[in-house]
């Protein structure tokens, strides 16, 4: 069966702290991993890794994948109150090539 | 905004109930798939249409079905509803057949009573 793992499932930070959330994969098939933020309801898309190696960057976040050790990481600097939200990894791939989801991190940033 | 509407937004209904749910993609895309968000499990992916036909199937249950009409708007059916469907369902799309970024729209609370 396709598994995503996020961890930590949940991180609490003061604003200006950086944070690296993780995710491992195992499917099948692999294709691509996404990373999107959920806010209020429904989430926004982020980054979209197919390449070892060759880091995505947005502003403050950037992201990394790593597929011969099956995972990636999400860095955000300088943390703001904005930032907190629910963050997902998902994996395109499996036997009939779908979106897997992780149960995601939730990220709390305190004043 | 993502341009993907979901309707209605909240819908209580009691068990044993059937209630169908509504989505729009974005103007444009073709693959439309339906998620559903529970607190313990996550988003799971249930099922996607690719300009009217089926193309991929998840953990959708047999009390449950979909379509997508030639407009491409898409419905899931939920059927003799248990308390345990209670959740977000979500409808996502996507301009192709698949492995590329997903457009979710705002989702519809389901509360089964």
């Known amino acids: 069966e396709d598994k995503v793992v996020q961890s930590p499932l949940s991180l609490v930070v003061h604003e200006g702290d950086t944070v690296t959330l993780n995710c491992s994969y195992e499917?099948?098939?692999?294709?691509?991993l996404l990373w999107y933020k959920q806010e209020k309801k429904a989430p926004t898309f982020l980054f979209m890794l197919?390449?070892?190696?060759i880091e995505k960057k947005s502003g403050r976040l950037s992201s990394i994948l790593d597929k011969k050790e099956l995972f990636s990481i999400l860095n955000i600097t300088a943390t703001q109150t904005g930032d907190s939200a629910v963050y997902l990894c998902?994996?395109?791939?499996?036997?009939?090539?779908?979106?897997?989801f992780g149960k995601g991190t939730l990220l709390t940033v305190n004043p | 905004d993502s341009g993907v509407t979901q309707t209605p937004k909240h819908l209580i209904t009691a068990t044993g109930q059937r209630v169908t749910l509504r989505c729009s993609p974005r103007s444009g895309d073709l693959s439309v798939y339906w998620y559903q968000q529970s607190l313990d499990q996550g988003l799971q992916f249930l099922i996607q249409y690719y300009n009217g036909e089926e193309r991929a199937k998840g953990n959708i249950l047999e009390r449950f079905s979909a379509q997508q009409f030639p407009d491409l708007h898409s419905e899931l059916n939920l059927s003799s509803l248990e308390l345990g469907d209670s959740a977000l369902y979500f409808c996502?799309?996507?301009?192709?057949?698949?492995?590329?970024?997903?457009?979710f729209g705002s989702g519809t609370q389901l509360s089964v009573l």
């Open positions: 998902a994996v395109w791939g499996g036997s009939n090539y779908k979106l897997t």
């Open positions: 996502a799309s996507s301009p192709d057949r698949g492995l590329e970024k997903l457009f």
């Open positions: 499917v099948t098939n692999f294709r691509s």
């Open positions: 197919t390449s070892s190696g």
